[in-house]
């Protein structure tokens, strides 16, 4: 069955870079249509996508973050990554990373993992 | 980017009622939409694709329609287990875009 766990520490400091991975089974990133996104939640606050990386390699970024962000994968590890540079405390929230079919279709989520950004 | 728009933001209902749940795109997504429940501390849980695709396993009081801009999420009867918040998302074009969400609570 599929299955999707985000990793990553749960505190980081101000203007410090958030790594993040997302180790999943079940399918391969490597299959055509293929593809993963990364969505986060503020506490209390609504769902806001991130990034998204296609099993061909093509990327796509949120407008307001793209110069943050960096989403990869790694298809032998069944990994995909996605760092975050100069975190602040507005970017605290649980950090979600979900499969997408055929780009469109996102069917699968990991439980997510909180972020807490704070000196 | 794509603005989602969802009304309301809550409603009140009680177990048995009809309730609707709306999302209006900034511009044009076909049918490009999905609907999403999230319980407190749970992931979401797609419901609905492709604007009105019952996704397996979810039960069939659930319901979606729209194309172009103005979408809606239906419940034919509510559940116990239905009360939660739900979000809509455009994946017509990235960077795809989730709604405010809408929280329904029981009356």
């Known amino acids: 069955q599929v299955t999707l766990r985000e990793s990553g520490p749960a505190l980081v400091k101000p203007t410090q870079t958030l790594t993040l991975t997302c180790t999943f089974s079940?399918?391969?990133?490597?299959?055509?249509?293929?593809?993963m996104s990364w969505i986060r939640q503020p506490p209390g606050k609504a769902l806001e996508w991130l990034a998204h990386?296609?099993?061909?390699?093509?990327?796509y970024y949120s407008t307001s973050l793209k110069t943050r962000l960096t989403i990869s994968k790694d298809t032998s590890k069944n990994q995909v990554v996605l760092k975050m540079t100069n975190m602040d405390p507005v970017d605290t929230g649980t950090y979600y990373c979900a499969r997408a079919v055929a780009g469109r279709k996102i069917d699968y989520w990991g439980q997510g993992t909180l972020v807490t950004v704070s000196s | 980017d794509i603005q989602m728009t969802q009304s309301p933001s809550s409603v009140s209902a009680s177990v048995g009622d009809r309730v609707t749940i709306t999302c209006r795109a900034s511009?044009?997504?076909?049918?490009?939409l999905a609907w999403f429940q999230q319980k407190p501390g749970k992931a979401p849980k797609l419901l609905i694709y492709?604007?009105?695709s019952l996704q397996s396993g979810v039960p069939s009081r659930f319901s979606g329609s729209g194309y172009g801009t103005d979408f809606t999420l239906t419940i034919s009867s509510l559940q116990p287990e239905d009360f939660a918040s739900y979000y809509c998302?455009?994946?017509?074009?990235?960077?795809?875009?989730f709604g405010q969400g809408t929280k329904l609570e029981i009356k």
């Open positions: 998302q455009q994946v017509n074009s990235f960077p795809y875009t």
């Open positions: 511009q044009a997504i076909s049918s490009y």
């Open positions: 990386i296609d099993w061909d390699d093509n990327t």
């Open positions: 079940g399918f391969s990133l490597s299959t055509n249509a293929m593809s």
């Open positions: 492709g604007a009105s």
